[in-house]
């Protein structure tokens, strides 16, 4: 579905829910309203390890003056408004404010004139672009359409989606000098009133948003605002994943035996794949079913399909104000014994500041074609577009969820196999299984990890019966699994792998369920230890070993969440297996738009090569690191570290990596500092 598309079906699907995010006054209620859903609602396989204790927020009172950076409390932004069909004109120009104390959004024009004014509590996706880091999109309940802006800077970007999410009533955010001193750290918040009235009320000095840059003038900042806030950076949510081919049948008719593999209402996100769900006898009959299976509590957030390969993906609605960045991509395979029968389709979004896709695949059938499957894979990972389109799927998000019925047998003749099923020793028969030997041998999915499977095999059952076939000898086998990919500075345990007792095909259903636990927006803005920001100097960037491609014309390239990209350092004229990058070859300093450490940790660099003597802009990528950068924010240290490349979901080589942390400057005010602003971005009229 395209952005137009989603956003028609997420206005229409939440125009008669709109009262259900309605600020309350009622305190008690407000606090019941943000309390996270207790073990029953997310499903017995939840752990309550993972969950966060079941406190109300206490409230709190804190004195204006007392906030740090307490203009951002009612902070002007100046932005462009965003046309990719015309360049930046006067027209463009436009003055965002966030005004806490109102509980509202305002957009103002040139002269400072309101043009648009949305309270708080009807904003429904505050979205940040992964291209362009300067660009964002507001999205209102009660507006026809959505604002689409470019700030001056990432750091401005930032700072708006700071206090933007703090000022929203469903939100709880990330920041322990807002929260109570005493409140428990391991699952405590507050619910904080800043107290601004009578002798509180502050008058600070900004720049002059609508005046050339370099001007101030006074800002008064009066009454009271609420911040629901935490001393826990992530929250948890429950996922369920599910894949079935369901060999041309229609699902059970009987909505208890697929209780089995799908439960009702158990969890936050539900991402379902199917393969050969050709019964349908109109476009979206699939995609129905779930929906009302799921019923009014759940919400379809992207479904795409590749002829009978489809994939959906439901939230909460609760949950819905926490997602943003939702795609949908396909692909189809181009192997001449398989084209347009094979491929995968996929859905990727992001639960506040954790990334996450979704692929369901059909590889190609039959024992023998191992080397087949393997090459629908590469295709599959190189061609997905989802997200940032100059990196693979494989290396870019915190993450990926794969699932399908990859086709993959037990090298095993059924004589030999009938006993051990029989005596459940599928361990036994897992040692003849083709995926985990691929995986074993580094061939495909590289780093992907599968819960242990407990379960008999998934196929070849005949249809309506709990019995295999017998194919052709061979053993039953497992063809329908889920693996997933997250990054080592992220948290993530799976509860449950299984397969399900429907036999309405040949194939059972597997289910896999997650617990992740997704990062909420920090506050750099009002964090009280206002420190330098970071930023990252490479001083080399080595390959040590390559297997893949010669380079002719090698470039590298950095992106990061939280600063300025792409960072792009100058092509090499030589040819070789193993480019090494140094001093105008590498990118310059990457300067972070965020302060805080433990923000910086859980998210990470991503380093992409390149060959520009390739024609063609899709045949360029050649592999990517990810440097994780958990225990490497250490100031004014010569580190080096080593990276595995990944390339069509293989490693293809390792680089070396130095590089010193240092620190370069303070979070500005809002509105830009003098000299900061871009002179289309400026106020005054021509």
Known sequence: QDDEDLEAELEAALEEQEAEWEEDDDEDEEEEDMAEPDDEERGSDFDEDDEEPEKPPEPWMLPLPEVTNNIYLKSYFPVLKWNPNKAFGPADRRIWVVDHFAKSFYCLDAKGKTRRQHDANKLLQLERNVMDPRRARLMFFDAAKSYEIVFPSNDERERFYETGSSIRPAIRVYAPSLTK????????????TIDGTKENAVVQKVPNPFKKTGELLDRELQGRCKINSSKVQDEPVSVWCGTFNMCGSPPPRDSSSLESWMPKGKYDLYAVGTQECSYQKEEGEWFGFVQEYLGKDYLTLASMQLWDITVVVLCRKKCLLKITNVEGSTKATLHKEKCGMKGAAGICLRFHNTSMAFISCHLAARLERTKMRKINVEEIVNQIQLANKDCDLSSQFHHVFWMGDMNYRVEMEN???APLLDSKKYIELLNQDQLLNEIDEGNILYGFKEAPI???????????????????????????????KSMSNTTIKCTGYGAADVHTSEHMPVYATYVVRCVRPHMNCF??????????????????????????KPMVMIYSPFSEHPHKGKSSKTSTMKPSFTGDLLPGPIKCSVQMTEYLERHALVIIFRDLAEPREDKMFRGAAVMELQGRVLYDEEQEVSLDVLCLSRKVGVIKCKFKVTNYGYTPPPGGAPGRVPKEALMDEE
């Open 527 to 552: 964090h009280r230890d206002q420190e330098p920001r970071p930023q990252f100097e490479f001083s080399e960037i080595v390959f040590e070993d390559q297997n893949h491609l010669m380079f002719r």
């Open 181 to 192: 001193p005493d409140t428990a750290v391991d699952g405590g918040s507050t619910t904080t």
């Open 454 to 484: 407990t379960f008999p095999p998934t196929y070849r059952y005949k249809k309506g019966s709990s019995d295999y076939m017998n194919d052709r000898g061979r053993s039953p086998s497992y063809t329908d699994r889920i693996l997933v």
């Open 415 to 417: 004589a030999e196999a």
